[in-house]
């Protein structure tokens, strides 16, 4: 019996890479249209190293880029820069196809719902609230809960606690297999692999079912509930 659906944030409710991508593309343009001297080209490949360095979701990508061009950070640049990413972050955070309705009507059968994400807390909750989408979940958990990501146990006991299901009784949605399905399996919860949200290729995700399009998901509830 299925009583909660735990979700994966990005690249499973919201296509979190593509955004990131054009995002970043207008800061670029934005900086350089200020006056700094350097190609498009140089300047990707300088913030994809600082990313790959400190992490996909480090927020002083921009201030450590200058670091690095100008031996300072102009804050005229980087003002350009920041708003023009924020700008263009906003226009790009939208859901995958169907996300929309597979939630509300997930939510019309009364079944719980959650987020385990490690993003930083004030930044799920900004995409949440963009796509408003903060409404519809009953709890969230991000690293900055636990203090460990995935595949840690941690994170998926306490969103299992925060709505009051056991493992059995819940499924767990996301696109990473060594994080998302690999530590739901582990405390016993049901797994969907998000294959439409997959960067990685995977051959092999071990997940109970996989998902092609997240409204697959109703049919595996409907499913597992008449079990």
């Given amino acids: 019996m299925i009583n909660a659906v735990i979700f994966d944030l990005d690249n ?21 249209d200020s006056g700094m001297k350097i190609s498009f080209d140089e300047a990707n490949k300088i913030i994809d190293d600082i990313y790959k360095e400190q992490g ?16 300072k950070v102009d804050y005229k640049i980087l003002s350009a820069g920041i708003v023009a990413y924020r700008r263009a972050r906003e226009a790009a955070l939208i859901p995958y196809p169907h996300v929309y309705p ?16 490690d993003a930083p807390t004030k930044e799920a909750w900004l995409r949440l609230a963009y796509l408003n989408f903060h409404h519809i979940f009953d709890a969230v958990v991000t690293f900055e809960d ?9 994170p998926f006991i306490m969103i299992l606690e925060k709505l009051n299901v056991k493992p059995q009784n819940a499924i767990m949605v996301g696109d990473w ?27 092999v995700h071990n997940a109970d079912y996989e998902l092609y399009d997240i409204s ?5 509830i409907m499913k597992e509930n008449k079990q």
């Avoid at 499973?12 to 350089?32: G, H, P, Q, S």
């Avoid at 480090?58 to 690095?68: E, G, P, S």
């Avoid at 203090?147 to 941690?154: E, L, M, S």
């Fill in 56 to 71: 996909i979701e480090y927020q002083k990508v921009f201030d450590v880029f200058l670091q690095r061009v100008l031996q």
């Fill in 12 to 32: 499973t409710l919201v296509d979190f890479m593509k955004m990131k991508r054009l995002a970043i593309e207008e800061a670029i343009r934005a900086m350089i």
């Fill in 102 to 117: 597979t939630l509300h009507q997930i939510s019309k059968m009364a079944i719980k719902m959650g987020i385990v994400s």
């Fill in 146 to 154: 636990t203090g460990v990501r995935k595949p840690d146990p941690a």
């Fill in 177 to 203: 297999a060594e994080r998302d399905i690999l530590g739901a399996s582990k405390v016993g919860m049901k797994t969907a692999f998000a294959k439409y949200g997959d960067t990685f290729d995977t051959k």
């Fill in 216 to 220: 697959e998901l109703i049919e595996i």
